[in-house]
């Protein structure tokens, strides 16, 4: 089995930052893409941010310039540098990572973490 544990979500103020964790555990042979998702009340998920497997990065428009994905290959962990924090960035946040379980391409499957939640308010 393949798990995903988000940490690091809260309570910040406004223009404050914080730091998202996401590790993978389990049957892993090798992890390819991963990112990180937001759901607001009565939104669709969105995707907030990418990062392949040789560290290229996508974001979405309204977070470039204040947040940062990384991930650490040998640790199996990505991370989410969230900085300028807004009202607006309110959501539980999901890693997502395209993870292969072993060398067959039928071995090779999305996972999600179970989401961890970020408040901006003052």
């Known amino acids: 089995q393949v798990h995903l544990v988000e940490s690091g979500g809260g309570l910040v103020q406004p223009g404050g930052s914080l730091r998202l964790s996401c590790a993978a555990s389990?049957?892993?042979?090798?992890?390819?893409?991963m990112g990180w998702y937001r759901q607001a009340p009565g939104k669709q998920r969105e995707l907030v941010a990418a990062i392949t497997r040789g560290g290229g990065t996508n974001y979405e428009d309204s977070v470039k310039g204040r947040f940062t994905i990384s991930r650490d290959n040998a640790k199996n962990m990505v991370f989410l540098q969230m900085n300028s924090l807004k009202h607006e960035d309110t959501a539980v946040y999901y890693c997502?990572?395209?993870?292969?379980?072993?060398?067959?391409?039928?071995?090779?499957?999305?996972?999600w973490g179970q989401g961890t939640q970020v408040t901006v308010s003052s």
């Open positions: 997502k990572a395209d993870i292969s379980r072993g060398v067959s391409a039928l071995s090779r499957s999305n996972y």
């Open positions: 389990g049957s892993i042979f090798s992890i390819n893409a």
